[in-house]
């Protein structure tokens, strides 16, 4: 069994096996995987589309899906005891919280798989996710050039593991001087510089207290005109008309829509699936 806390944890190969059992899962070979297993989930409860996705690819492989709020994890209690009692009837747990070292601390208390659905610095499965469903409608998502508009945050940092760990081409559009860059990243502080040459283009949302130093990095069709051609929007939601990309653009063919969030379902199943299998 193997945890899921960074996709720096993971070799490229480990990704694709991962791809793979997504595949498989439409397949029906993995129907009940989950019988007579538990899955304890801390969420806050805020989360909409990775905690749905989630309970729903447990019930679907034949688990039981144990929710608690994420602060329970705050609490006094130390996780070698928290942990010495789950270890009893867990199978999978699964983790978002803002505090990555918590979940690393957690993890290595625990016998079994831990899973991050989220932190402040990273988004995994979102990013998992994201990549399988570029796979199935680019030729070569690796060979792809990829530009994250935005902060340094949990969504551009997921991105930036998992450059380093598939080896494709990613950089960042800014606001200068305000401390957004992140490291080891090519930026660009002029939108139309930063998206000529661009394949996929990545956004996240922004704090209303951000949103002034994002306006001249807005993604509108007009922007996209400008990236390679069949290059597509693919933005972190939720995303915000009119603040991080335009209206325009959304209702365009760039943004690859609705559909390509299906894959979280499969894609956390698959993760899950992984997870129990390694010896």
Known sequence: MKDLIRLTDLQSSEIYEIFNIA????????????????????????S?????????????????????PNDVLEKKEDFRDVCGYLNNWADIVIVRHRDIQLIEKFAAYSKTPVINAMTDINHPCEILSDMYALS????????????????????????KEASKVM?????????????????DV?????????IKG????????????????????????EV?????????????PPFYRGEEVSDDVIQSEYFVGYEFKKSLLVVQQAVMIWCMMQR
């Open 136 to 159: 199935k409608i680019r030729d070569n998502f690796i060979s792809d050039k990829y530009l994250f508009c935005g902060k340094s945050g949990n969504i551009g940092l997921a991105w």
């Open 186 to 194: 090519q930026v660009y502080h002029d939108i139309k510089a930063a």
């Open 198 to 221: 661009k394949d996929i283009i990545c956004t996240d949302s922004l704090p209303a207290s951000e949103f002034n130093d994002f306006r001249e990095y807005r993604i509108t069709k």
């Open 23 to 46: 595949d498989e899962i439409s397949t029906g070979k993995y129907n009940g995987f989950l019988n007579g297993k538990s899955v304890i989930l801390y969420f806050p409860a805020s």
């Open 167 to 183: 080896g494709f081409d990613l950089s960042q559009c800014c606001g200068s001087g305000y401390g957004y860059e992140m490291d």
């Open 48 to 68: 909409i589309r990775t905690r749905v996705t989630f309970e729903k690819g447990i019930y679907l492989l034949g688990g039981q899906p144990i929710r608690f």
């Open 224 to 236: 996209m005109d400008m990236a390679n051609k069949g290059a597509v929007l693919n933005p972190c």
